[in-house]
């Protein structure tokens, strides 16, 4: 077995080459490498053949190969379909706003939450990824447009919070300033809502926002559509939530896919109001992405539009999410699954 490489902190690697029997500083130099996005030892041109010989024989070094790519040809957005070594496939979305360039990356090989909404969810959970997987597909993004990433959103396949100690590897990587020295405040993570991980993140006060994926009002609806809230039910959800605005400092938003007849009603978001009172919020309307097999269609846009001045009435602010790249079925989870049903 072979290490993973881009996946160490650079004390990690400091120790192993000490185990080499090579000095210390070499170390940065690899990291630097690494994380500039080489693809091959060789390719590390300050480090003698023979340690390029040693690393090769005991490292790798992650990629995420482009299986597929499909460019919008309404605003740009690029999804890919990236595999890595062993075969397994998670999707991408590159992004183009004013300022600069967001890519929204996957944490997991699927997903064990099994919303009842989400492609990710209908397709079950292989495996989790590493944390060089999720830097491997920004540096494939980088390359294959030759462009440099500002932000980063957790928001593909998989539940950041279920894959936690690599994700929080990822965070410290990615923002790393020898690495890619990403912003942590340009970083968003969404979660389903898994309450004791969210007291764990809080804890670390890192300056990252917090997405919760909420798309209810209440536990009758949210349980029948996200199984999770039958383990963690709304109101501890939202109490984690008030933790975590006051050992941060920071404001969550809240994810509310509006679906047609389900959770779109005045009634919904009077009761949303209520039960986001007290919290520094900002909700997300999304209109849910039709995905073969759920039978769910997306709200109106005058609903959506009811609904936001229902939930401004009790002082909380709401936007509807622009929708990029929708010819594309950018939103994830959707690729893999086409690519599955064609294999
Ligand atoms: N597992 C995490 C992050 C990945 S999902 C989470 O659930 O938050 C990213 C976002 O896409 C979540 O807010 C999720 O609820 C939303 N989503 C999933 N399927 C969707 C669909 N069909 N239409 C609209 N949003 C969807
Ligand atoms: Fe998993 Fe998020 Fe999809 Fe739910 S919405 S199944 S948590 S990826």
């Not at 909404?117 to 494939?140: D, V, Y």
Request: with cysteine.
């Amino acid at each position: 077995m072979r290490t993973d490489i881009k996946s160490m902190y650079l004390n990690e690697l400091e120790d192993m080459l000490k185990k080499l029997g090579e000095q210390k500083y070499r170390a940065l130099q690899i990291f630097k490498w690494l994380h500039e996005g080489v693809n091959s030892f060789d390719e590390m041109t300050n480090i003698s053949q023979k340690l390029r010989q040693t690393l090769g024989e005991n490292c790798y070094i992650s990629n995420a190969a482009i299986e597929k790519k499909l460019i919008s040809s309404y605003d740009d957005t690029r999804k890919y379909l990236f595999s890595f070594v062993d075969g397994e496939c998670v999707e991408s979305v590159l992004m183009k706003y004013h300022h600069g360039y967001t890519s929204c990356i996957s944490t997991q090989v699927g997903c064990k939450m099994g919303c009842t909404f989400c492609a990710t969810g209908k397709s079950g959970f292989s495996r989790n990824l590493t944390a060089s997987e999720m830097i491997a597909q920004l540096q494939s993004e980088q390359r294959d447009n030759n462009i440099r990433i500002s932000n980063v959103v957790l928001m593909g396949m998989g539940e950041p919070l279920d894959n936690f100690d690599n994700v929080i590897r990822f965070l410290r990587l990615v923002t790393d300033e020898n690495g890619m020295n990403i912003g942590m405040r340009h970083i968003s993570l969404s979660t389903c809502g898994i309450v004791p991980r969210i007291y764990e993140l809080a804890d670390m006060k890192l300056q990252l926002t917090l997405s919760v994926s909420l798309h209810a009002p209440n536990d009758e609806i949210r349980s029948r559509t996200m199984p999770i809230n039958r383990r963690y039910d709304m109101e501890s959800l939202l109490e984690a939530c008030r933790y975590y605005c006051r050992q941060t400092g920071r404001r969550i938003s809240f994810e509310y896919a509006m679906i047609d007849g389900i959770n779109d009603s005045d009634s919904s978001a009077a009761e949303l109001g209520k039960r986001l009172n007290g919290i520094i919020a900002h909700v997300n309307l999304i209109p849910v992405n039709s995905v073969k097999g759920t039978g769910y269609r997306k709200s109106k846009r005058d609903r959506m539009e009811s609904f936001i001045r229902v939930l401004a009435k009790s002082g909380i602010t709401a936007t509807i999410r622009r929708t990029l790249g929708s010819d594309i079925n950018a939103s994830c989870g959707q690729l893999r699954r086409q690519a599955a049903e064609q294999a």
